[in-house]
């Protein structure tokens, strides 16, 4: 079993829906979380980042934690076709330098 | 954009051929990363340093070595490549806080 898990998709939408994106991990001393945007052919690019549990919002995006059920969401309001992008979840342990990344999930959001 | 660059940025290649992928970083931060990406697998570790000559595997490290003498640059070498090295190298820097991981624009290697 992976330490974290990620549907890879690909999930298709309309333009304007509300996107659910979402990660489950096994190993319970992760308390840094983050999400990062791949553009195909690009580097990762950081989205948004969280520490330990909680909710974090910035514009269209709201990023969960939920680390009694070991579950991280990433939320798209209003997604546009611009979103189209994997998107890859990654986690750390306190006093580690490692990341471990999920797979990703393929987004497709149709005009 | 955190100031890396990798080189070069494509490459193709022989096996059995040593090939040496660069990372630069031109803003001093401590930690940087390897990574290779393929299908089904996501970002997986290769190596990783957290200083000048300090450095440690990940969880793919066989067939690699690295080398850091300089903060700015860090080598990832394939001593003798195999056609399963065939990917997708992404190096990465951590930023101030733990939370922050910054990618370069990959390597794309063929071994054939």
């Known amino acids: 079993q992976k330490e974290v898990e990620q549907d890879p998709g690909p999930l298709s939408v309309p333009e304007g829906a509300i996107v659910s994106l979402n990660c489950t991990y096994s190993n319970s001393a992760f308390q840094y979380f983050m999400w990062y945007r791949q553009y195909s052919r690009k580097g990762p690019e950081l989205l948004m980042y969280t520490y330990s549990s909680g909710n974090k919002e910035d514009g269209r995006f709201t990023a969960q934690v939920d680390k009694s059920s070991k579950y991280i969401s990433l939320f798209i309001r209003d997604s546009q076709p611009s979103d189209s992008a994997t998107y890859l979840c990654?986690?750390?342990?306190?006093?580690?330098?490692?990341?471990?990344f999920g797979t990703g999930t393929r987004l497709k959001v149709l005009a | 954009d955190a100031g890396i660059t990798q080189s070069p940025r494509h490459k193709v290649t022989e096996t059995g051929t040593p090939v040496t992928l660069r990372c630069h970083q031109t803003?001093?931060?401590?930690?940087m990363y390897w990574y290779r990406q393929d299908p089904g697998h996501g970002l997986r570790l290769i190596h990783y340093?957290?200083?000048?000559?300090?450095?440690d595997k990940g969880e793919v490290s066989d067939g690699y070595s690295v080398s850091r003498s300089k903060t700015e640059d860090f080598l990832l070498t394939l001593e003798s490549a195999t056609s399963s090295q065939t990917s997708v190298y992404f190096c990465?820097?951590?930023?101030?806080?733990?939370?922050?991981?910054?990618f370069g624009p990959g390597t794309r290697l063929t071994v054939l």
């Open positions: 340093s957290y200083g000048v000559k300090d450095t």
């Open positions: 990465a820097i951590r930023g101030e806080s733990p939370n922050e991981q910054f």
């Open positions: 990654a986690m750390s342990a306190t006093g580690t330098y490692k990341y471990i």
């Open positions: 803003e001093n931060h401590r930690y």
